[in-house]
């Protein structure tokens, strides 16, 4: 059981060592919910690269993703990795 915890925290990390990613994040943290087009317009990138993305991020449990009508919206599943990422940016 230890060891899936570890290799589950490497997986997280490994997603979380792109800066786009990393942007993404940061952007969420910031705004709590939010569409993939107000975070492609937000990050000056192209719609197919933000969506590509956070679909990573999605996969790693990182982001949780809500459908509303035509559009998903994408949140932070667990806020305090924004503190962490602080954290290491600080180093």
Known sequence: MEYEK?????EVFKALSNPLRLSIVK???ESEKMNVTEIY???DIKQAIASHQLNILR???ILLAERK???TF????HPQIA??????VGI
Request: hydrophobic share 45%; aromatic share 4%; proline share 0%.
């Open 6 to 10: 570890k290799l589950n925290a490497a």
């Open 27 to 29: 952007l969420l943290a």
């Open 41 to 43: 317009k937000n990050l």
């Open 59 to 61: 996969n790693k449990n």
């Open 69 to 71: 009508g035509k559009k």
């Open 74 to 77: 994408y949140s932070l599943k």
């Open 83 to 88: 503190e962490a990422i602080d954290l290491v």
